[in-house]
Each structure stands twice: as structure tokens, then as C-alpha cells.
């Protein structure tokens, strides 16, 4: 793990006598042993260095790979989606992302579902958040399809943008990344558009006008999807 963590530090090509080693190592069930606290040290550290796809590499060179990060070698047989996400980390590494953001762009074509390996991993509830919430969320945002309120909306709320806009904010961030890296259109402006108005809506004043509490969720629910709605028509031509 630390041989592929300064891969991606250095990016060097590790010898062949000790890539033959490192295969020795797996074979004899010596990665087996690792707890996975450790594994989430070095590869959270790995998606912060320079050339994190080096790391990925190495372990698939030393057969550890599918020891290691089972969901990750699955991915390996799919090329083309393969070779997005580790631009798509690159990027990251590039632009500096945060640890959550790279652990979510790693995530974002695994083809299982992530709660086990969050818990394989013993992953940080940011990261996991993070992956979950891009997983779910960038395929609608890059649909080429004419927006829908109720889809914009349920996509808010599955990022809790009200409360947390800075979630929101990387799952888009992120989401911009994978559409570079997969030539593919960003996602429409709207969406920050009716998320900005929608913050601006004074759900207080919702609350009050309601006539009994039970009523203010669905209330501030409408009013959210008029809104949402208003958007989407202001910005088609």
C-alpha cells in the first residue's frame, strides 16, 4: 500500500523484481491481514497526491487490487468508465480537491452499491455522504432531457441543499469534472438558478401562514416546486 501510495506521490514505475515481490506478498495472503483502517489512511492519502491512478495501478499490478478494493477491480473491466474515473481523480489532484470529493468521484461508476464498502473501509460519514449523494445525483444532472420540478426538487433534497448548500455545491463541482471527463454537456444552469431561488423563498413566513403545522412541509414543498417550475420556464427559449 505505502510502494502504490508513493506512486502516486512520485509517479515512478515500481522495478520488476519488486513488482514480483509485492505479487509474492499477495499470493501468500499477507494483504489479507490488512485491517481497514489502514487501508483508508493509505488511500485517502493516495487520492490526495499528484498522480492518484498510479496508486490504483500498482495494487492491480500486484494482484491486490481485488483484495483490496474489490469494487474497484470490477471497474477495471469496464474501460471506457475505468479510465473517466481516473482522469476524473487527476483532475481532482489537480485542482486540490478535498479528500471527499475524490473518494466520491472514485465512487461515482462503481457498479455496487456503496453502503459496504463505506463500511469495508471504515470510511469518514463525509466521504460517504459525498459518494452517495454524487452517485445518486449525477446521472439526472447530466440527462439530456427537459428538466422537471419534481426531479429538480427530489435531487435538492437528496443533497439537503437547504441545509447544507456546500454539499450541494461539490456534488456539482464534482459533477462538472465527470462531464469533462466523459465529453459529455455540463449540467444546465438552471439548477443553480432555482436553487438560488428557492433559498430566497421566506419559508418562515410559509410556516406561519399555514393553518396548522402538520400543513407546513407540504406547503413549503409547493412553494419550492412553483418556484422551481418559474426557473425552468424563464430559461427555455
Known amino acids: 500500500l505505502r510502494v502504490a501510495r508513493f506512486a502516486a ?3 515512478f514505475q515500481v522495478a ?4 514480483q515481490l509485492m505479487q509474492t506478498m499477495t499470493s501468500n495472503g499477507e494483504v489479507d491481514a490488512l485491517v481497514a483502517e489502514r487501508v483508508w489512511q493509505e488511500l485517502s492519502r493516495a487520492l490526495s497526491e499528484a498522480h492518484p491512478p498510479r496508486f490504483f495501478e500498482v495494487l492491480h499490478q500486484t494482484q491486490a487490487l481485488s483484495k483490496i478494493l474489490p469494487p474497484l477491480a470490477q471497474l477495471k473491466q469496464h474501460k471506457l468508465l475505468w479510465d473517466q474515473t481516473m482522469t476524473a481523480l487527476s483532475v ?3 485542482q486540490k480537491r478535498p479528500v471527499s470529493m475524490s473518494y466520491a ?4 461508476y462503481l457498479p455496487v452499491s456503496l453502503d459496504k464498502l463505506h463500511f469495508d473501509l471504515r470510511v469518514p460519514k463525509d466521504c460517504a455522504d459525498a459518494a452517495n449523494v454524487l452517485q445518486a445525483a449525477h446521472p439526472i444532472l447530466l440527462e439530456a432531457e427537459p428538466l422537471q420540478a419534481e426531479t429538480v426538487l427530489n435531487v435538492f433534497q437528496r443533497c439537503d441543499a ?5 454539499r450541494w455545491q461539490a456534488t456539482w463541482e464534482a459533477t462538472l469534472i465527470l462531464a469533462e471527463v466523459s465529453q459529455h454537456e455540463p449540467p444546465s444552469l438552471v439548477w443553480q438558478q432555482a436553487l438560488k431561488a428557492c433559498l430566497a423563498l421566506d419559508v418562515a413566513t410559509i410556516a406561519a401562514q399555514s393553518p396548522d403545522k402538520a400543513s407546513i412541509p407540504a406547503n413549503i414543498r409547493a412553494a419550492r416546486l412553483n418556484t422551481i417550475t418559474q426557473s425552468i420556464a424563464s430559461s427555455t427559449p
Do not use: V
Open 105 to 108: 468521484l472514485m465512487c461515482a
Open 162 to 166: 437547504w441545509r447544507r448548500p456546500e
Open 16 to 19: 520488476d523484481s519488486t513488482l
Open 9 to 11: 506521490r512520485y509517479d
Open 92 to 94: 481532482a489532484a489537480m
